[in-house]
């Protein structure tokens, strides 16, 4: 990319282009470095609890007595807990990116799906409810109000019974089918409803209406997640699953639904049933291996569902658990780190490397102690560990600019240190002797590369006036201290 920048073949244009595309590279690598570097720690909610208390969060302060609620833990999803919260008149807006609450909130609800700048986004199913908001408004905010549809058409305004609500989610993806179905999108969904709202269907018939349309208009498709052909039974289920979501908070009271109690419900659903409801066979549920190695990660799926069987150990996956190898056969997780990194690609060539031969390689090249002591198979088990870790190292030696740790600064052999400079003596280091001169250009080009500057304007504090150091001081030393 910066060789791209740096010729002179590019013309301007071309070289805005290129200067975009690396910033969003750049925010990308940052968004994939902040991710790996922070996952959401196990006592988060205790944690969040905790916070909460010690800024006394939770008493009404301020004009409008505003304060936050206590932590709420959902038993199931907390999309189920959110929308039932909103339907039970417990809150008056969702602040969620998650576009699948407002087919489930009637025409007057309002989600708040973008609220991390100045600018919010608020979406409804019904832009007479949006209109009504913004009436509320001051004349210069109504005049920054931008109204549009992100798909053109809304789809889910007028439309008030609950599973045709889930059939439409299902149709065009949601969370229990995120692809939705091949051969049906939000402009036929839309133009669908709009005929059957014409002829006057309501509840059970619009149901049934859209649940017709789908075999007529649905195609087969190649996508790992899609309903292989049209099967009445399970978009039945899937609606299901999405209408009876238990919107209770994790507790030993019972379930909770959005509307009425579900008196039936399949056997893959037994956990969503209540004291009155019935279990019934419904489609055929089978076990998938899962992410795991050890059996923990099993859950349960569909077998209408797309589904694969592991190429080398057989064992049944479903398609959110399967990964493809380079030969483009499915594997499980276990299975397909083996066939990736191991240097015994499949279980015959592991059975064929002799176990005198691991415990030679184990004791001489990793030093392992007391390996006499070892039945064969934990022989097997500890060798396969130290020959995956061997190959994740290869690999990771093979990037050209990885990402390392601060760690790596001091420690380890990742980087070598060429002169230390000491910034009170200016440019003098130009001239010690233990500096190779080829390094000079590199290092003068490095510092320039500190010597930009913000935007005369850009705002840093929530003061009025910013004080006259952030215009004196680089950039990158701003950010850094800001982090």
């Given amino acids: 990319m910066t060789s791209r920048l740096n010729s002179d073949g590019l013309t301007a244009a071309e070289q805005a282009s290129a200067i975009s595309e690396q910033k969003s590279l750049e925010t990308k690598i940052k968004q994939a470095e902040t991710q790996s570097t922070n996952p959401v720690p196990l006592r988060f909610p205790a944690l969040l609890e905790a916070e909460l208390e010690r800024v006394n969060a939770h008493n009404p302060i301020g004009k409008y007595r505003g304060y936050v609620g206590r932590v709420t833990i959902a038993e199931f999803q907390a999309d189920g807990v959110i929308a039932g919260r909103y339907t039970s008149g417990y809150c008056d807006l969702i602040a969620s990116t998650d576009a699948d609450f407002l087919g489930f909130a009637e025409d007057n609800c309002i989600s708040i799906t973008s609220f991390k700048s100045s600018n ?166 089978i076990k998938c291996k899962g992410q795991g190695t050890d059996g923990s990660a099993c859950h349960k799926f569909l077998a209408a569902e797309t589904n694969h069987k592991c190429k080398d150990c057989g064992s049944q996956i479903c398609v959110f658990c399967c990964l493809a190898s380079n030969d483009n056969k499915y594997r499980c997780f276990g299975c397909y780190i083996a066939k990736a990194m191991l240097p015994c690609t499949n279980r015959d060539d592991r059975e064929n490397v002799q176990i005198n031969a691991m415990q030679f390689e184990l004791k001489d090249k990793y030093g392992f102690d007391h390996i006499d002591e070892l039945t064969a198979q934990e022989v097997v088990d500890i060798w ?48 010690n002797p233990n500096l190779d001169k080829t390094h000079i250009p590199a290092i003068l080009e490095l510092m320039a590369t500190f010597v930009t500057f913000y935007d005369e304007g850009t705002k840093h504090t929530k003061w009025q006036q910013d004080d006259p150091v952030y215009a004196a001081i680089p950039k990158v030393f701003i950010n850094f201290a800001s982090k």
């Fill in 120 to 285: 919010l986004i608020l979406s409804s199913t019904s832009k007479d409810t949006l209109l009504k908001a913004f009436s509320f408004l001051s004349p210069e905010s109504t005049a920054k109000v931008h109204l549009k549809s992100p798909f053109g058409h809304p789809i889910f305004e007028g439309v008030n019974d609950l599973r045709t609500c889930g059939l439409v989610g299902v149709m065009i993806g949601c969370d229990v089918f995120l692809g939705g179905i091949s051969g049906v999108g939000p402009k036929k969904v839309f133009s669908k409803l709009q005929e059957i709202h014409k002829i006057g269907c309501i509840n059970e018939d619009m149901y049934k209406q859209m649940i017709d349309y789908v075999k007529e208009v649905s195609k087969p498709s190649k996508s790992k997640d899609a309903i292989p052909k049209y099967n009445k039974q399970l978009l039945n289920m899937l609606v299901d699953a999405k209408v009876y979501e238990p919107t209770n908070e994790l507790s030993n009271v019972g379930c909770t639904y959005l509307s009425s109690e579900p008196l039936h419900l399949p056997a893959y659903l037994d956990e969503f049933k209540c004291g009155g409801t019935k279990i019934e066979d419904g489609l055929l549920v």
């Fill in 384 to 431: 396969e560990a130290h020959a995956l870790h061997c190959e994740i190292e290869k690999l990771a030696n093979s990037i050209k600019f990885p990402l390392l740790p601060i760690s790596s600064l001091t420690a380890g052999d990742k980087w070598q240190e060429l002169c230390e400079i000491d910034f009170s003596l200016g440019g003098s280091f130009i001239i």
